[in-house]
């Protein structure tokens, strides 16, 4: 599913990928645009086998009614930020950043301190 460009420049309206397998590109690398894969599973272990499959983890999405389901899936998945019946949700006191080969450190939140502080120690012998 897809739409077309309402004026010229290099833009994608929002699309829907559905019936996407592993082996696809779509779902080994990262689309930076208004992108949805859709990769079907058949329980929350093939769910985070899929999710960690790839050598991204920026963030992952998921929905679902089961929250407690939600958070032993987002504990288990390799990603920097997991958003549950949401997405795209930000806050400068949470930390942001992601793993693998999404990120190195964190912004935002207390975390960012020690991304922008170089410690040094220095020892003075005074007698």
Do not use: C
């Not at 058949?42 to 992952?60: H, K, N, S, V, W």
């Not at 960012?112 to 007698?127: M, P, R």
């Amino acid at each position: 599913m897809g739409g077309t460009t309402r004026s010229p420049g290099y833009f994608v309206e929002p699309t829907v990928f559905s019936a996407v397998s592993e082996s696809m590109t779509i779902a080994r690398e990262e689309i930076f645009g208004p992108v949805l894969s859709v990769i079907p599973f058949d329980d929350l272990e093939e769910a985070a086998r899929i999710a960690d499959a790839t050598e991204y983890g920026l963030a992952a999405g998921l929905w679902t009614r089961d929250v407690g389901k939600a958070h032993a899936l987002a504990a288990r998945l390799r990603a920097g930020t997991v958003w549950v019946n949401t997405f795209n949700r930000f806050d400068a006191a949470s930390p942001y950043g992601g793993v693998k080969q999404s990120g190195f450190g964190r912004e935002n939140g207390r975390a960012v301190l020690d991304e922008l502080t170089q410690i040094k120690s220095v020892w003075v012998a005074l007698g």
